[in-house]
């Protein structure tokens, strides 16, 4: 056995080794003492890494297998751990993925998670099995927690199942924003399911992670460049100079203007003077809710914002963004260069975005080389007749610098001002001159170069200032020493090319290279050559015989080029006679016109990639990469977005599929219906499944206390028509009525109750704070019962009293009332009387009339007082959408038979406040907790209160409400209500069953 | 997103590797290695971002280790770079400052855990450490054994009962005995001065970074002496912009323990706190140099911890010099004066002069000089915190210091 442990131990199997000697040590006693000893070596070498150190030979996957089939949650768990140890080590370990999936029910969360990487490990290559653990997801998916929805909608995405994307419905950001990230994974194209949620998400965008908020702003650019209309279709990139004068940059004038309130007013004064174009409210308010978003700390977001503002914002707004790039610079050196390689093709189009921050591009000697590079570029882009000078003192000073190889990138950008910006043409040629006694060679190669290619560009222009004899004359001499052959041979062709400027000099410079020919580079061989073929035109009585005597040397040369090159000139040029027609144009075949050197760099053909991209980065076209399309002509219909009742929690989001629920609501939410149509349109094919699931979902949810046979039946039925089901459904649910009854031994009377609300108002909710208003505080809430002399018109609306509160010392407010409105179709406010003042310390009621004709849109409107407007918002509160219907015992339970086809019902456990009061108080303290919280009216009760019924109208369709409240065994309670205004009745029955489970 | 994460030792092994989409052979880090080498080898460092045939590869280093991302698919290469970043500096939240190759080894599983946690399919996912550390406790030396003996596992059953969504960052139900809070503002100063003492460029950016201690769901507000000189801010997730923006205040509900509540940057400031007069002078054989260091405009503030490093040019074989404050060596044709504080009765001064090897040409730029100095409870800006208000019922212990230091401070000589 002692014998076994080291072996163990060796193979520091640590783990094993433990249990092992546990196993012995508990059956042998004779070796317990050194088992001893060897378990405290153990112990001091036991570290987290065992699994890392664990050779795999050891592990038996039969063995795997048999642990994660057993009852034991903690073998699964370290079976799943070993496999996954495994997996990292590069183990396939397939095999076992049936008995995987079986734990992917685990309630351990550990487990869960374990097992979830598991699968998302091998779903590709196991697609069929993994489609087993499918339905265990669906069920993950409608899950409480908003974490276990959004690791379970992650999986699915990696399992490729498309028809999750109906998650965007769900208004948990955390959900919101993995829906996000799987639409990029699954479907980047479809953006016609984004319409519907595209206001949503763009008004919940800055509570999104950070990682979520990168992805989200990618694909809203994208899906802004195919919705909206270019912003100023009659600014282009090239005349945005003129705009830049017009408005300074970060003016006082900004700063006022970010005072007003972000959404509520799409409208901002900057804009309005700037551009006479609309841009559309969405456009607008997507800019408006991403501005914020470059004060974020996460770099990727900045950078997403500022692609998003660059493309689709104002080409005057986009200007805006630079400063928070020019931020992202101070972070790591690999933040640097990619933010390095975004700015500079972005200046490349728009250099006024990054003019103000040219000292934040100066070198540090510290920076990287890849930095340098980057900042050298967009330092010459940056340059202009203004600046120019400090740019050139730089310059001067990283000239010297003792890394010759940025020395000479340095020459290179001197090259480029001076080509770009005349005024310096001449300093800078000078500049480069004075290096051409510089001690390295490798700048004065550069120089050289530069050199060579800034007279060329200057030839033919006759203003040119710059004494193209001098420059040529001072290169010949540098052929005396200057060795590099790249400058050897562009001073060469210079030469050549100029001859005629320096016709002394030039036979001259050929008699000496015509001495060291031989010993010359091939590519200095070649423009010698060349030098030879053009004195040769221009001056041939000095010449001609060099010519020859270099022509022999060439022939005889190592290099076929060279070689070539001699034969082809002897022909044309000194054997004329042997080809006189093709000699005849000797001339124009070596002396022309030559193109100008264009120079193409590299930031700026990345422009063909979207700046922030992947693609952008490594100029080409990386996998999945979907190019921007262009602003379209006409923009698609706006309307798609339309505002809509989403629904605040759409946890039963089965019902909204369901068209017959909306069916009589048709005339008056013509919206709402395009809505669902939309969300439901990929399911079209398969409506049956849907009905199907929606009619399990009835069928689960109302005779829930029903054993389970009856619903797998029902269920199985369901292929027949509709009305057959819901005609069992019925005699289920009488049946469970029934029970019921039986349960408590008679047959119940059901005792009349006239109890309605005992609060005449809501709660107390804050209007305006009155840190905002600088000391007007408004609270507010819903009244139940109106005071006396004033009368309600309208039976749609609902009367809200204002607590108006002066809370400031000094300031008196006055002339309050109620400004502009931004509403909804069919929404209004009657407007309170204008209060003429409010002294500091002083309060006052006010009462408004509001309807609001649907149950989630606030209602937004500005109060309005001497001291400035304030927007404010009031969201319906749903318990205040009824009001309190009297009917006696028996109409109720006609009505509430007579509604069966509209029902919705669920049940829950009560919470543990209300259970307190032990079970007699029960049903009291349910029927009380209902009536405060929830405008209605009790007509009845049975004596125990165990069964308790509610009749209300609702507010906004003036439909009669029932509910059915029954306590079951100790804790338990189902809800029924039953209403053709189904959209309240459901959010009602959440309501109910949230106060029921407090 | 990432398909793979393989995390690196400066030695050439691969201490981690991750995959999300398939398992990608380990030979893809040899790609890594080379560019690195190469670029070693010309004295500079390798590019983040690395192409080869079917992935691409991108790299943060931090201390010894490199963190490599590998990916496939179009995707944000900031992100990358801001996930890797953030796997960083949760492993220093978990394990301590000093991350290297061993420490990792040995918290091998909670390494594991801790990307298993964070990234979902290659997706960042939970990434706050207050959220991590519910569900994954810190390591330490009794639950590694406890671990060990019993197999209990540190992984907490239960999921974060803490508020999530809207403040993911906080959980519920903390308590203090005492509730103290402290902000640190630490003020960095980047700046180029040319040789005749001129500024170049200047600028200063800060960070406050706050250790909060408080109980419950404390709703803070924290007011400047004068916000209005902020130039441009970025904040933690916690901040609400708009306060910001309309009233030029901070208010947000702490994250528990050690986090960066914000960084600014404010530029036009001219009055540097220290004054660094090098001359130096190169002639046939050999160069003069004498370097004065001082500080102004203080506010009687000690400068501390003043370090100057001085690299001579390549071809310089003796340097010889003294200095009146300090101590100082050279290493590798680089000088380092140690001059710790700068005393109130004399200037630190540095002299003395250096060897040229001969036949060399001459250098043609003098050196840049940077420096590093430290001075405490000063901020160069004048930032401070004028209030704190506390929405919670006790009155939380207040702590405010500040520090002004040298960020990249480039003199030339």
């Known amino acids: 056995m002692i014998e076994s442990t080291d072996k163990i131990k060796n193979n520091s199997n640590q783990a094993y080794f433990y249990w092992y000697l546990v196993f012995f040590s508990n059956k042998t006693g004779t070796l317990y003492k050194q088992t001893m000893e060897k378990m405290n070596t153990v112990l001091n070498n036991m570290s987290n890494s065992r699994y890392f150190n664990d050779t795999s030979t050891n592990v038996k996957l039969t063995e795997i297998k048999k642990q994660l089939d057993g009852p034991s949650d903690k073998d699964k768990l370290e079976c799943m751990k070993k496999l996954i140890a495994m997996i990292s080590k590069g183990r396939d370990v397939s095999e076992v993925f049936p008995q995987v999936v079986k734990n992917v029910i685990a309630k351990n969360l550990e487990l869960k998670k374990l097992v979830y990487m598991y699968l998302v490990h091998y779903a590709e290559s196991e697609h069929e099995s993994a489609l087993l653990a499918i339905n265990t997801f669906q069920k993950s998916l409608v899950d409480k927690s908003q974490v276990i929805r959004a690791s379970a909608l992650r999986v699915m995405s990696s399992i490729r199942v498309v028809d999750i994307i109906q998650l965007l419905n769900d208004n948990s950001t955390m959900v919101l924003g993995a829906a996000m990230m799987a639409f990029v994974e699954v479907c980047p194209d479809r953006y016609d399911i984004l319409h519907q949620h595209y206001r949503k998400i763009c008004q919940l965008l800055a509570d999104f992670d950070e990682w979520s908020q990168t992805v989200t702003i990618g694909v809203l650019t994208k899906y802004a460049r195919t919705q909206f209309k270019c912003p100023d279709s009659t600014i282009n990139d090239k005349n945005v100079k003129q705009y830049k004068k017009k408005t300074s940059f970060y003016s006082d004038e900004e700063d006022d203007d970010s005072n007003e309130n972000q959404l509520q007013s799409p409208k901002s004064k900057l804009y309005d003077s700037m551009d006479a174009e609309e841009i559309d409210i969405d456009h607008r308010l997507l800019l408006k809710s991403c501005l914020p978003l470059l004060q974020s700390r996460s770099n990727a977001v900045v950078m997403a914002v500022s692609s998003l503002y660059y493309y689709i914002a104002p080409v005057i707004e986009a200007q805006k963004v630079g400063k928070s790039l020019v931020r992202l610079l101070r972070s790591s050196p690999e933040v640097q260069y990619i933010t390095l390689t975004n700015i500079s093709t972005m200046v490349t189009m728009r250099p006024n975005m990054f003019e103000p921050y040219l000292s934040e591009f100066f070198i540090h000697s510290t920076d990287p080389e890849y930095s340098i590079k980057l900042k050298l570029e967009i330092l010459t882009r940056l340059a202009t007749g203004e600046n120019i000078s400090r740019i050139l003192k730089e310059f001067k000073e990283y000239v010297r610098n003792e890394d010759k190889k940025f020395a000479a990138e340095t020459i290179q950008a001197i090259g480029r001002c001076a080509a770009t910006i005349p005024d310096v043409t001449e300093s800078c040629t000078y500049g480069l001159m004075s290096l051409l006694s510089n001690s390295s060679q490798v700048v004065v190669a550069e120089a050289v170069i530069v050199l060579k290619r800034l007279l060329q560009l200057n030839a033919d222009n006759s203003n040119s200032s710059i004494k193209h004899e001098n420059v040529i004359m001072h290169l010949a001499k540098l052929l005396e020493t200057l060795e590099v052959p790249s400058a050897r041979a562009s001073i060469i062709w210079v030469i050549g090319e100029y001859s005629h400027k320096i016709p002394m000099v030039a036979p001259d410079v050929l008699r000496k290279l015509a001495k060291s020919f031989a010993d010359e580079d091939e590519s200095v061989k070649l423009q010698i050559l060349n030098l030879g073929a053009k004195l040769h035109f221009h001056n041939p009585e000095q010449t001609k015989l060099l010519f020859q005597y270099i022509i022999n040397q060439a022939k005889f040369d190592m290099n076929y080029d060279i070689r070539d090159s001699a034969r082809m000139m002897k022909l044309l040029l000194i054997s004329t006679e042997k080809n006189p027609s093709l000699s005849g144009h000797a001339k124009s075949i070596f002396i022309n016109q030559k193109p100008f050197p264009t120079e193409i760099s590299i930031s700026e053909d990345r422009k063909r990639f979207i700046l922030g991209s992947f693609s952008h980065i490594v100029n080409h076209s990386v996998s999945g990469y979907q190019p921007l399309s262009d602003f379209p002509e006409v923009p698609p219909d706006p309307t798609v977005r339309q505002p809509k009742q989403w629904v605040p929690e759409v946890k039963n989001n089965i019902f909204l599929r369901e068209e017959s629920f909306y069916s009589d609501e048709e005339e008056e939410d013509e919206d709402e219906d395009e809505e669902f149509d939309g969300a439901s349109e990929e399911e079209d094919d398969d409506d049956e499944d849907s009905q199907d699931e929606l009619e399990k979902f009835f069928s689960d949810s109302s005779d829930s206390s029903t054993p389970k046979k009856a619903n797998g039946k029902s269920n199985k039925k369901s292929k027949k028509s509709k009305k057959q089901v819901k005609q069992q459904e019925d005699n289920e649910f009488d049946e469970d009525m029934d029970d019921m009854d039986e349960l408590f031994g008679v047959a119940e009377e059901m005792e009349k109750l006239e109890i309605s609300s005992p609060t005449t108002t809501s709660v107390k909710k804050v209007l305006l704070k009155a840190n905002v208003s600088q000391g007007l505080l408004i609270e507010y809430c819903f009244l139940r019962q109106l005071p006396e002399g004033i009368e309600n018109e309208s039976p749609s609306s609902v009367c809200i009293q204002l607590l108006l509160k002066n809370q400031s010392t000094e300031q008196t407010f006055e002339n309050i009332k109620i400004g502009n409105k931004t509403l909804i179709d069919g929404a209004d406010i009657k407007d309170f009387d204008e209060i003429a003042s409010l002294e500091p310390g002083a309060t006052t009621e006010a009462l408004l009339f509001v309807t609001f004709n649907s149950l989630s849109q606030a209602c937004k409107f500005e109060i309005s007082t001497s001291i400035g407007n304030f927007p404010v918002a009031l969201t319906p509160i749903i318990g205040e959408m009824v009001s309190p219907l009297e009917v006696d015992v028996e109409e109720w339970k006609g009505c509430f038979n007579a509604l069966e086809s509209k029902s919705v019902s669920d049940h829950v456990e009560i919470g543990e406040k209300l259970l307190g009061g032990g079970q007699q108080q029960l049903g009291n303290a349910v029927l009380m907790l209902l009536l405060e919280n929830i405008n209605l009216q009790a007509t009845s009760a049975n004596q125990n209160k165990t069964k308790i019924q509610f009749a209300a109208k609702t507010i906004i369709k003036s439909a009669d409400l029932f509910i059915n409240i029954e306590l079951v065994e100790s804790n338990q309670v189902v809800v029924t209500i039953r209403s053709s205004d189904t959209l309240t009745a459901t959010l009602l029955l959440k309501k109910q069953l949230e106060l029921l489970t407090r | ?413």
């Open chain 2, 1 to 413: 997103m990432l398909s793979s994460l393989f995390i690196l030792a400066d030695t050439g092994d691969i201490i981690i590797e991750k995959h999300w989409r398939g398992i990608i052979n380990r030979s893809i880090c040899e790609y890594f290695w080379d560019q690195k080498i190469s670029a070693e080898s010309e004295g500079s460092s390798v590019a983040p971002v690395i192409t080869t045939p079917k992935y691409y590869l991108v790299n943060i280093k931090r201390t010894t280790i490199y963190f490599l991302g590998v990916l496939q698919n179009e995707c944000s290469p900031l992100l990358v770079v801001d996930f890797l970043q953030r796997i960083y500096d949760v492993f220093i939240d978990y394990f301590g400052q000093n991350l290297n190759e061993s420490i990792i080894r040995d918290n091998f599983v909670h390494v594991y855990q801790l990307i298993e946690e964070m990234a979902d399919n290659g997706f960042p996912f939970t990434t706050e450490p207050n959220f991590l550390k519910e569900m994954i406790k810190p390591p330490n030396v009794v639950s590694n054994l406890l671990q060990g003996v019993t197999g209990t596992s540190n992984i907490s059953d239960n999921l974060p009962n803490g508020s999530l969504g809207a403040i993911q960052w906080r959980k519920t139900g903390i308590k203090y005995t005492s509730n103290e809070i402290f902000f640190d503002i630490i003020e960095e100063i980047d700046c180029i001065i040319d040789s005749n003492g001129f500024v170049v460029s200047c600028e200063v950016n800060g960070e406050i970074q706050v250790n909060c201690k408080l109980s419950g769901m404390p709703d803070l507000t924290l007011t400047f002496n004068n916000p209005r000189m902020l130039d441009d801010v970025s904040f933690h997730p916690c901040v609400r912009y708009s306060r910001w923006e309309n009233d030029r205040v901070l208010s947000f509900i702490p994250p528990d323990g050690s986090f960066k509540l914000m960084n600014y940057r404010i530029k036009g400031i001219n009055q540097l706190p220290i004054y660094v007069k090098p001359q130096i002078s190169f002639g046939e054989g050999g160069g003069r140099v004498n370097v004065l260091v001082g500080s102004k405009n203080t506010n009687n503030k000690p400068v501390e911890n003043v370090f100057v490093t001085i690299p001579f040019p390549k071809t310089t074989t003796a340097v010889n010099l003294t200095s009146n404050v300090g101590g100082h060596f050279t290493e590798d044709k680089v000088c380092k004066w140690n001059i710790g504080k700068i005393p109130k009765e004399k200037t630190p001064m540095l002299s003395g002069n250096v060897v040229l090897a001969a036949g060399q040409p001459l250098p043609e730029a003098n050196p840049s000089i940077m420096v590093q100095f430290k001075i405490a409870m000063f901020t160069i800006s004048g930032l401070g915190v004028d209030s704190l208000a506390c929405s919670e019922k006790y009155k939380p212990f207040k702590g405010v210091r500040s520090v002004t230091r040298a960020g990249k401070f480039q003199v030339r000589a």
